[in-house]
């Protein structure tokens, strides 16, 4: 019998689902009998398989995760759920709150994918700040209690093992990477860019890439920046953008993948990153990445190899990378050949995720008490 799992997490859907990740959910109903407990992206409440919370004009967020135990443990009674599998270590609290109103036997399973603590240090207002104390102790509780811990790279599993647990099962989730993998890579542009994307929060270091290119564009005429994102730092783009510089706030992963072909290089100066998806759809495309030594990207982009490695937080540091990449299109070439070579060490199919998903529940079925 397939095990019943509901996932839990802050992840936004629409409905009907994309075919990306409709495939995903194919997979997974295959292995398991999913149940899903999120937000939506507009006034959809969901499906059989989907319980979407409508989002709210103010306080989105604090009511959300106000609510969520009580919505766990109404999911709990209404369907007969073996484990649920929480996206973040604060879904986990939420969570095992949720089953003991309930009065549910569920396993609870987290996620880890990258450094929960910049939740409330490098995201949004500085206000958020005030929360870490509470938001550390209850993500710390939430992983030391929960039946199983799953990380999606080496960097999550050294963060979790520092805490004194031992993750059940260290695998990525699905990416749908079929966009960045339709068609062989693009030649490099005649005019050398650099490529942001992300959302302009702190952990991203806008900031930082603000400052390296006011240091690195005139050293490379003719050089180009492009900007795609949105968030609370929107301003610092703002400043920027101009000249040499342009801006998007949104694109599709089919537009990402031509921003990435009219580009020479990504840049990603994070001060804290988990696996960085952004890292793989670039090297699909045959693009190096110029990153922070923090996180996931050390795991992802070789120093010289694939790509460049900067110390974090450091503009003058970025800059000099950026000047070495946009300049010398060999360089550029070399690195970006490299990492089109070694993307296939990251692949991996939607079945080859339910089914190692559906090992770890089991595992953890048989092997935990609640």
Same mark, same amino acid.
């Given at each position: 019998? #397939?095990?019943?799992?509901?996932l839990?997490?802050r992840?936004r %859907?629409?409905l009907?689902?994309s075919e990306?990740l @409709?495939? #995903?959910?194919?997979?997974?109903?295959?292995e398991?009998?999913p149940?899903?407990?999120?937000s939506?992206?507009?006034?959809?409440r969901?499906?059989?398989?989907?319980?979407?919370?409508r989002? !709210?004009?103010?306080?989105?967020?604090?009511?959300f995760?106000a609510? $969520?135990?009580? *919505?766990v443990? +109404?999911?709990?009674?209404?369907h007969r759920?073996d484990?649920?599998l929480?996206?973040?270590? %604060?879904?986990?609290a939420? &969570?095992l709150v949720?089953? &003991?109103l309930? +009065?549910?036997?569920?396993r609870?399973?987290?996620?880890?994918?990258? /450094?929960?603590r910049?939740?409330?240090r490098?995201?949004?207002?500085?206000?958020? +700040?005030?929360?870490?104390? =509470?938001g550390d *102790?209850?993500?710390?509780?939430?992983?030391? *209690?929960?039946? &199983?811990?799953r990380?999606?790279?080496?960097?999550?599993?050294?963060?979790?093992?520092?805490?004194?647990?031992?993750?059940?099962?260290?695998?990525?989730a699905f990416?749908?990477l079929?966009?960045?993998?339709?068609?062989?890579p693009a030649?490099?542009?005649?005019?050398?860019?650099a490529?942001?994307?992300?959302?302009l929060?702190?952990y #991203?270091g806008?900031?930082?890439?603000?400052?390296?290119w006011?240091l690195a564009?005139?050293?490379v005429?003719?050089?180009? $920046? @492009?900007?795609?994102?949105s968030g609370? *730092?929107?301003?610092v783009v703002?400043?920027l953008?101009?000249?040499?510089?342009?801006?998007?706030r949104?694109?599709?992963?089919e537009e990402?993948a031509?921003a $990435? /072909?009219?580009s020479?290089?990504?840049?990603?100066p994070s001060?804290?990153?988990?696996m960085g998806?952004?890292?793989?759809?670039?090297?699909c495309?045959g693009?190096?990445?110029i990153?922070? +030594?923090v996180g996931?990207?050390?795991?992802?982009?070789?120093?010289?190899?694939?790509?460049? =490695?900067v110390e974090?937080?450091?503009?003058a540091d970025?800059?000099?990378?950026?000047?070495q990449?946009?300049?010398d299109?060999k !360089?550029a070439s070399? =690195?970006g050949a490299s990492?089109?070579e070694g993307?296939g060490e990251?692949?991996?199919?939607?079945?080859?995720? &339910?089914s190692?998903?559906?090992?770890?529940l089991?595992?953890? $079925?048989l092997?935990?008490?609640?």
């Amino acid at each position: 019998m #397939k095990p019943c799992v509901l996932l839990v997490g802050r992840t936004r %859907y629409r409905l009907p689902l994309s075919e990306s990740l @409709r495939r #995903k959910f194919d997979a997974l109903a295959e292995e398991v009998e999913p149940h899903v407990l999120a937000s939506s992206v507009d006034n959809s409440r969901g499906d059989e398989t989907f319980t979407l919370v409508r989002p !709210l004009p103010v306080l989105d967020g604090a009511a959300f995760w106000a609510l $969520l135990p009580v *919505r766990v443990a +109404r999911e709990l009674r209404r369907h007969r759920t073996d484990a649920v599998l929480a996206q973040s270590p %604060y879904d986990a609290a939420a &969570a095992l709150v949720g089953r &003991a109103l309930a +009065r549910s036997s569920a396993r609870v399973v987290v996620d880890v994918h990258g /450094d929960w603590r910049t939740a409330t240090r490098l995201y949004g207002s500085p206000l958020r +700040r005030l929360l870490s104390p =509470l938001g550390d *102790r209850l993500s710390l509780a939430a992983l030391r *209690r929960a039946d &199983a811990v799953r990380s999606v790279s080496g960097y999550t599993e050294r963060l979790v093992r520092e805490i004194g647990v031992e993750p059940a099962g260290v695998f990525p989730a699905f990416m749908d990477l079929d966009p960045f993998l339709a068609e062989p890579p693009a030649p490099l542009p005649e005019r050398p860019q650099a490529l942001f994307v992300g959302v302009l929060e702190p952990y #991203k270091g806008i900031d930082v890439l603000a400052e390296a290119w006011r240091l690195a564009a005139p050293r490379v005429p003719g050089a180009r $920046l @492009r900007i795609v994102g949105s968030g609370s *730092r929107s301003s610092v783009v703002e400043e920027l953008a101009g000249g040499q510089v342009s801006w998007t706030r949104a694109l599709t992963s089919e537009e990402v993948a031509q921003a $990435l /072909d009219d580009s020479t290089v990504l840049a990603l100066p994070s001060r804290s990153e988990g696996m960085g998806r952004v890292v793989v759809e670039a090297h699909c495309r045959g693009r190096a990445v110029i990153g922070s +030594r923090v996180g996931g990207i050390p795991d992802l982009v070789r120093h010289d190899e694939n790509g460049l =490695l900067v110390e974090p937080g450091d503009s003058a540091d970025l800059a000099e990378a950026l000047v070495q990449v946009l300049s010398d299109r060999k !360089l550029a070439s070399r =690195l970006g050949a490299s990492a089109r070579e070694g993307v296939g060490e990251v692949l991996g199919t939607p079945e080859e995720y &339910a089914s190692l998903l559906r090992l770890l529940l089991e595992s953890t $079925l048989l092997n935990s008490e609640p």
